[in-house]
């Protein structure tokens, strides 16, 4: 009931635009997130969207390149990213979290995941 999608090859310098898809337990969703990882390394969280009021986190990694908003009317969160560099290769997800009382970008703080996306950044 996450569906991500928008993943691709792109040029070093271009962007991607990717989408998550919520379908299902929209009134249980607080906040909606997206996570990548990369070929031998870790799952990196990159922005959260709370689904009520919109405020946004960002890490620090890609917080002048990449925006997290919302589509309301179809249930949708996208990432828009821009200036890709190589090093954004990695498998993209998305992800929704439940009642917490706090938001952020732990992913054991994530209840539900949507399959991957893969981005390639060629040089």
């Known amino acids: 009931q996450l569906q991500a999608s928008g993943g691709g090859l792109v040029q070093a310098g271009g962007s991607l635009r990717l989408s998550c898809a919520v379908s299902?337990?929209?009134?249980?969703?607080?906040?909606i997130a997206w996570f990548r990882r990369a070929s031998g390394k870790e799952r990196e969280g990159l922005s959260c969207?709370?689904?009520?009021?919109?405020?946004?986190i960002y890490a620090d990694s890609v917080k002048d390149r990449f925006t997290i908003s919302r589509v309301d009317a179809q249930n949708t969160v996208e990432l828009q990213m821009d200036n890709l560099k190589p090093e954004d290769t990695a498998v993209y997800y998305c992800?929704?979290?439940?009642?917490?009382?706090?938001?952020?970008?732990?992913?054991?703080?994530?209840?539900?995941w949507g399959q991957g996306t893969l981005v390639t950044v060629s040089s």
């Open positions: 969207i709370m689904v009520s009021g919109g405020s946004t």
């Open positions: 299902g337990y929209s009134t249980a969703v607080y906040a």
């Open positions: 992800a929704a979290a439940g009642p917490r009382d706090s938001y952020g970008l732990d992913p054991n703080t994530f209840d539900f």
